[in-house]
C-alpha cells in the first residue's frame, strides 16, 4: 500500500525532462513501428504544446512568396541537412539525430522565420525514408523550405520527393532578400545504355567517390530559369542561393564538385552581394569567389573527412570527430541575415561550442573576425 502511493507521487512530480523524454520515446517508438495512429497521437501533443506556447504556424513544405521590398529587414533562418535516413527497420541511429536537430531548431526563441533542409534526407531514395522525413519534419514549428540532394532523387528520379515537397527549383523574396533554391544535383544520362535498375543507378549515385556516374550540374534548363528569374533584378537586391552541391569546383573524386559551377557564378556575378549555402559536403566549409560567399552546412548522419586537396583558403577546419561518438561532427544551424544583405552562418556543432564564420571575416577576405582554430589533431 505504502509502495503504492509512492509511485503514484513519484507520477505526479514527473520532471519536465522526463515527460520530455517520454513523449519523444513516444513519437520514436511510433516512428519505428510504422504506426500511424500514434504518430498522429504523438505529433498532435507536439502541435497542441506549440499552441499553448503560442509558437505554431500553419505548416508547409511549400515557398510563401513575400513581395520584395528595396530594404532587408534583418532576420534569422535555421537549417537541417544531410539526415541520411535508412528505413527505421535498418537503423535508428539517424532518426535519431534528426529529431535532435529537431528539438534545437524548435529550442529557438525567438523562432527563426523559417528552415531550409538542405538535402539529402532519405539514404536510397525510398518512399519509406522519404515519408518517415517529412514526417519528422513537420514536427518542426517553422514552415520549411526544401532542397533536394542526390540521396532524394536517384531511385525514381524525384517523383517522391516532389510528390511530398512539390518543386525542385523555385525562388522566393523575404524581407528584402531574394532567394533561389536550386536542383544542382542533376546528371546526364548515365544508365540507360548500361541498363541499370533503377536500385542500381540510385546506389552508383550515392556512392560518393564512383566516378562511374556523371558529374553533378545545374544544367542548361536551369541556368536558363535562374536568368529569368533574375532578370528584373537590380544589382544592388541581396541573393542567397541554396544548392545541395558546393556551386563551384572543389574535390572532382568525391563529387564535391558542380560541373558548371562557373557559369552559374557568372550569372550570379552581377550582384553586389550573394551568399551560396550548400549541403553534401558535411562540414564547416567557407569559401569566396569575388562577390560569391560560399558556406556549407553541417549534416545530422556523419561529418565527411576534408577533401585531400583543394580546401579553399577561408576554410577553417572543424575539429576532428570523435570516433567513439556517433553525433560529434554533426549538427545544425542558422544564418542570420544583417540589413547589409550579408549573413553570419552558424554551424551548430552538437557536443561543441557553435563556430560562427561572419559577414565581417567573409567581407575582409578572411582579415578580421578569425573564427578560433579548432584542435584538428585530436583523434
Ligand atoms: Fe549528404
Ligand atoms: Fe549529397
Not at 544544367?219 to 528584373?232: I, S
Request: with cysteine.
Amino acid at each position: 500500500m505504502k509502495h503504492r502511493k509512492k509511485s503514484r507521487e513519484a507520477g505526479t512530480q514527473r520532471s519536465v525532462e522526463t515527460r520530455y523524454e517520454a513523449s519523444r520515446e513516444e513519437l520514436l517508438r511510433s516512428l519505428m513501428n510504422l504506426d500511424r495512429r500514434a504518430f498522429l497521437r504523438a505529433s498532435g501533443a507536439a502541435a497542441a504544446a506549440a499552441l499553448t506556447h503560442g509558437v505554431a504556424h500553419a505548416h508547409t513544405f511549400q515557398p510563401v512568396t513575400v513581395a520584395g521590398a528595396s530594404a532587408v529587414q534583418p532576420f534569422r533562418f535555421a537549417y537541417i541537412s544531410d539526415s541520411h535516413l535508412y528505413e527505421r527497420k535498418l537503423n535508428d541511429r539517424f532518426i535519431r539525430s534528426l529529431l535532435r536537430a529537431v528539438d534545437d531548431v524548435n529550442a529557438l526563441d525567438p523562432q527563426p522565420d523559417f528552415v531550409l533542409y538542405g538535402g539529402d534526407l532519405a539514404q536510397l531514395g525510398q518512399p519509406a525514408e522519404l515519408d518517415l522525413g517529412a514526417q519528422i519534419l513537420k514536427e518542426l514549428k517553422a514552415p520549411v523550405r526544401m532542397m533536394v540532394g542526390e540521396h532524394d532523387w536517384y531511385l525514381d528520379l524525384g517523383e517522391k520527393w516532389r510528390a511530398l515537397f512539390g518543386k525542385d527549383v523555385y525562388s522566393f523574396d523575404h524581407k528584402g532578400i531574394h532567394f533561389v533554391v536550386l536542383n544542382s544535383v542533376v546528371e546526364e544520362d548515365f544508365w540507360s545504355a548500361r541498363k541499370l535498375s533503377p536500385m542500381e543507378r540510385m546506389k552508383t549515385v550515392a556512392g560518393l567517390d564512383n566516378r562511374s556516374q556523371s558529374n553533378f550540374q545545374v544544367g542548361g534548363p536551369q541556368r536558363e530559369w535562374l536568368e529569368k528569374d533574375l532578370q528584373g533584378l537590380s544589382n544592388d537586391v541581396p541573393l542567397i542561393v541554396f544548392s545541395h552541391s558546393p556551386l563551384y569546383h572543389l574535390y572532382q573524386g568525391w563529387n564535391f564538385w558542380t560541373i558548371d559551377a562557373p557559369e552559374v557564378q557568372r550569372i550570379l556575378s552581377r550582384f553586389q552581394r550573394v551568399t551560396v549555402i550548400h549541403g553534401h559536403t558535411h562540414q564547416l566549409l567557407t569559401n569566396r569567389i569575388g562577390n560569391i560567399h560560399f558556406h556549407g552546412m553541417l549534416s545530422t548522419a556523419w561529418p565527411w573527412p576534408y577533401a585531400p586537396q583543394g580546401l579553399p583558403e577561408l576554410t577553417i577546419q572543424m575539429n576532428r570527430p570523435n570516433p567513439f561518438n556517433p553525433q560529434d561532427g554533426c549538427g545544425d544551424g542558422e544564418v542570420r541575415v544583417y540589413a547589409d544583405g550579408l549573413v553570419d552562418k552558424v554551424y551548430g556543432l552538437w557536443n561543441r561550442s557553435p563556430v560562427t564564420v561572419s559577414r565581417e571575416y567573409m567581407r575582409s577576405n578572411g582579415l578580421l573576425q578569425r573564427p578560433p582554430a579548432s584542435n584538428v589533431s585530436t583523434y
